[in-house]
């Protein structure tokens, strides 16, 4: 079976993106000198697109990528709703890895067309989840 990270050639093309999106910015952070530790985790129905160690810090990272950023700017997709969810998936993590030391959340966007060579890549780290 082919993984999902491997399949930019099938599927949907809105999918695709996400994929092609995720593939450059695991790329990005390992050029930084991250060390991938895990793609795609799933914890039941809500996904962590990125966990990471940079140091001694554990970074979970959501990975959002836009053909452009006319309309509005991918960070925007990173709304309530999707912080909760976020934050319930890096709490069930932290649980199952009894990871004790410190940790980040952050935020990486990609903006480019599908394969472009020179996407536009924005790092916000310790992206602030909300509360409630």
Not at 10 to 15: R, V
Not at 29 to 39: D, H, M, N, P, T
Not at 108 to 113: D, L, N, P, S
Request: charged share 30%; aromatic share 10%.
């Amino acid at each position: 079976m082919q993984s999902r990270f491997n399949a930019l050639d099938k599927g949907p093309d809105h999918l695709r993106l996400g994929v092609w999106g995720e593939n450059v910015a695991a790329t990005y952070l390992q050029k930084k000198g991250y060390c991938i530790l895990e793609r795609d985790w799933h914890s039941t129905h809500r996904d962590i697109d990125i966990i990471a160690q940079q140091g001694e810090v554990i970074v979970f990272v959501e990975v959002k990528t836009r053909r452009s950023n006319f309309l509005r700017h991918p960070i925007q997709a990173v709304d309530w709703k999707k912080q909760q969810n976020l934050r319930k998936a890096i709490n069930h993590y932290i649980h199952y890895r009894k990871i004790d030391g410190p940790v980040r959340f952050d935020v990486i966007t990609v903006i480019g067309e599908l394969e472009s060579a020179n996407p536009e890549i924005e790092h916000i780290e310790d992206f602030a989840l909300a509360l409630r």
